[in-house]
């Protein structure tokens, strides 16, 4: 029974590990797809516990440096580093319904002073409650690394603003900024003062019937960053059209993300790369 075992567990395939210096190249090539894969597993990987990220981590050839818990507001992010690069990564909201924003949402800076600027209040209050030690942890640990900042809904909203503030006010170089079905942080002040430091290297994929990209509704409130669209088999770069309005709340899964990120990139790109369920928590 022994031997049965063991010449069943080697006929098993192994589960595929990214080498994240060698697979990652940054957002300003010209189609990036394992960068957006790789980060979108990042992103994902903030929602589980210590274990899950660890073995996360290892499948992409990172270690974990830093993790933060401000339970007070519920903000979580996790900081991760190769040798090359160093990425933040924002812990979201899996369940797009927990928002609570809508159309007659107040937006507010009073509490996140690092920009002068009007935005959500409760994406605020994360931010605030996060930035000092991103802060500290960045400074600590990038030296020559280039940084990225991540994360999923709303953790994507928190990551736009933690990345102003590192940029603009903390004097550190931001590499890139992904963020993955996240919504609108602020009016177009907010927005013209964010894309003029860090637009072009700012990407924001959102899933074809993801609702949360459309939330806090109303004119007002403004994306930042360069838009980019997954459907079912297909990538859209520098999407020009606006995702379908028909909205689907199983599209704002991380899960969605990985898979069609994933099936739409090249064959090619995808070769040697942990599939969407060895990356998903």
Avoid: C
């Amino acid at each position: 029974m022994k031997i049965s075992l063991v010449l069943l567990a080697l006929a098993l395939p192994l589960a595929a590990h990214a080498d994240f210096d060698s697979d990652f190249a940054d957002i300003t090539t010209a189609t990036p797809y394992k960068s957006s894969y790789l980060l979108a597993g990042i992103s994902d990987a903030a929602y589980g516990d210590s274990g899950q990220r660890q073995k996360r981590w290892r499948r992409m050839g990172l270690t974990q440096v830093a993790f933060e818990k401000k339970a007070r507001v519920g903000a979580e992010v996790v900081i991760a580093k190769s040798d090359t690069y160093l990425i933040v990564s924002v812990r979201g909201t899996k369940n797009w319904k927990d928002f609570g924003t809508d159309a007659g949402a107040k937006k507010d800076s009073k509490r996140f002073k690092a920009v002068d600027a009007r935005v959500h209040s409760g994406f605020a209050a994360h931010a605030d409650a996060l930035a000092d030690f991103v802060a500290r942890t960045v400074q600590a640990e990038k030296g020559s690394r280039k940084l990225y900042l991540t994360g999923h809904s709303l953790g994507g909203a928190v990551a736009a603003l933690l990345a102003y503030d590192l940029q603009v006010n903390r004097g550190v170089q931001v590499d890139g900024v992904m963020t993955f079905g996240a919504p609108r942080v602020g009016g177009q002040g907010w927005a013209s003062k964010y894309d003029r430091v860090l637009k072009t290297r700012t990407w924001r994929w959102i899933n074809r019937h993801d609702p949360v990209p459309h939330v806090p509704s109303g004119n007002k409130w403004k994306h930042v960053g360069k838009r980019h669209i997954v459907r079912k088999r297909t990538i859209h770069f520098d999407a020009g059209s606006t995702p379908d309005a028909d909205f689907a709340s199983s599209d704002h899964k991380m899960l969605q993300y990985l898979r069609r990120l994933y099936n739409g990139m090249p064959a090619a790109s995808r070769a040697g790369l942990p599939k969407p369920g060895e990356l998903a928590i």
